[in-house]
C-alpha cells in the first residue's frame, strides 16, 4: 500500500463557517507530512479530522486501506502528540508509558519492557521514576512522543508540539523528532505555524489558507516554484520581496513601482499582463556598484547578527537584501542591487497567481 492516508473532498461545516474546502490529500506511507499556514487557516481542524476528534462534514477519510468516516478516535490507531504534553502528573515517566498498554489488558512485565525499549530510543532510560514536575519540557515532550510511538500506531499526529519550547530546544527536539521518524519508519503528519519548521522536517509540505489548500509538494518545489503570492510570502524567511511592475514597451523589461520608477532588463520576454507582481527573495540579492546595479535603493535599516547582515531599504514598498558578510553602510546610503534573472519571479496583480516565463 503506498498511502497510509487519502482524503478526498473533504469539508467541514461549523455551522455555517467554511471551515475546510474540498480538501484533496493523499498522504505515502513512511512519508513527513507539515501542514502550515496562518491562525485559522484550518491545518488543526484538518490534524483533529484525522484523529477523529472532529468529524467531517461531506466527503471520505481513508486510513491504511480502511474508510474512517465515522469511526471513533480510539479505533483509528492513531497516535497524537499535543502542544501541552497532556501528561498524568501523579504518574511516573513509567507508567505513563504503559498506561495506554495496561488498559489494554497488557501484562505489567511485558508493558515494563516495551516501555524501556521505547526509553532507549528516546533518551528516557535514566528518567523513568520521576514524575512530570521534575522535568524540563524537552523531557516533558520526549515522554509524550514515547508515550505515542509505545502503542505502535498506524501514524503519529503532531499539533504544534514544540511551541512551549524556547528556540534553542526548539531546533534541538525538530532534529530529535525527524531522526525518531525515520528510525521509526513511521507515517508522521505534522502541524505547525512555523515555516522552518517544516521546510526543514517535512518530506511533503502542504500550505492552507482559509480552509484551501493553496500549494502542496517538496518543501524547496514550494520555495523555487510558489503558485502564488501567499506561497511565496510564507515560505521563506526574510519574506519575498514583492515590487509593483508593468511591462515595458520593447516586451523585455519591467518598469518598476519603488517610491519612484526604476526600470529592470530582462534577458526573455515579459508576459503581456497589464499589471505584474514582482518576486525577489532577500537572499538572491546581492549589493554592487552602481554602475552595476538594477536598483538602486536608499538605506533604512542595517541589523547584523555577525555572520548575516540585513539590510531594509528606505522605499514603499521595502526591499529586504540579506548578505552573508557585514556591511559598513548607514541609513540613507544608496546601495546598488543585481540579482540573477533565474531567481526571478513573476506573478499577476490582479489575482496573485504565478505567471510562468514566456
Known amino acids: 500500500m503506498t498511502h497510509q492516508i487519502e482524503l478526498s473532498g473533504v469539508n467541514k ?15 505515502r506511507k ?14 488543526s481542524t484538518l490534524l483533529r479530522s484525522l484523529a477523529g476528534l ?21 479505533k483509528r490507531d492513531l497516535a497524537m502528540v499535543f502542544q501541552s504534553y497532556a501528561l498524568y502528573p501523579h504518574m511516573t515517566v513509567e507508567e505513563n508509558l504503559t ?5 489494554r489488558g497488557v501484562k505489567k512485565a511485558e508493558a515494563r519492557k516495551a516501555a524501556e525499549a521505547v526509553a532507549v530510543t528516546t533518551g528516557l532510560s535514566n528518567l ?23 502503542r505502535n500506531p498506524k501514524a503519529f499526529l503532531f499539533d504544534e508540539p514544540l511551541s ?16 525518531l521518524h525515520d528510525r521509526l519508519g513511521a ?23 482559509q480552509g484551501v489548500i493553496e500549494q502542496q509538494g517538496a518543501p524547496l518545489d514550494l520555495y523555487d516554484r510558489p503558485v502564488n503570492t501567499f506561497v511565496a510570502g510564507f515560505i521563506g524567511s526574510p519574506a519575498m520581496n514583492f515590487i509593483p511592475a508593468t511591462a515595458g514597451q520593447d516586451g523585455r523589461s519591467l518598469q518598476l513601482d519603488l517610491g519612484g520608477p526604476q526600470t529592470i532588463r530582462l534577458d526573455r520576454p515579459v508576459p503581456a499582463v497589464e499589471r505584474l507582481t514582482l518576486g525577489l527573495r ?46 559598513m553602510l548607514r541609513q540613507g546610503d544608496m546601495i546598488g542591487i543585481a540579482f540573477d534573472p533565474a531567481h526571478l519571479h513573476l506573478f499577476d496583480d490582479a489575482t496573485g497567481n504565478r505567471i510562468e516565463p514566456v
Open 164 to 179: 512551549n519550547l524556547d528556540a534553542a530546544l526548539r531546533v534541538h527536539m525538530r532534529k530529535e523528532i525527524r531522526a
Open 282 to 327: 532577500p537572499e538572491h540579492l546581492r549589493l554592487v556598484p552602481e554602475s552595476e546595479a538594477m536598483l538602486r535603493v536608499p538605506v533604512g535599516m542595517i541589523e547584523s547578527t555577525g555572520s548575516t547582515t540585513y539590510i531594509t531599504s528606505a522605499t514603499d514598498p521595502e526591499v529586504n537584501v540579506v548578505v552573508g558578510e557585514r556591511q
Open 13 to 27: 461545516y461549523y455551522g455555517a463557517y467554511h471551515a475546510l474546502r474540498d480538501i484533496d490529500l493523499k498522504i
Open 128 to 150: 523513568m521514576h520521576r514524575y512530570p514536575r521534575e522535568l524540563s519540557g524537552g523531557q516533558r515532550q520526549r515522554v509524550a512522543m514515547s508515550r505515542a510511538i509505545i
Open 99 to 103: 498506561y495506554s498498554l495496561r488498559i
Open 30 to 43: 513512511g512519508s513527513f507530512v507539515a501542514l502550515v499556514g496562518p491562525s485559522g487557516c484550518g491545518k
Open 54 to 74: 472532529e468529524s467531517i462534514s461531506t466527503g471520505d477519510l481513508v486510513i491504511a486501506g480502511q474508510t474512517m468516516n465515522g469511526v471513533p478516535p480510539r
Open 187 to 209: 507515517t508522521s503528519v505534522y502541524v505547525t505555524h512555523d515555516q522552518v519548521e517544516a521546510m526543514t522536517m517535512a518530506d511533503h509540505v502542504v500550505v492552507m489558507r
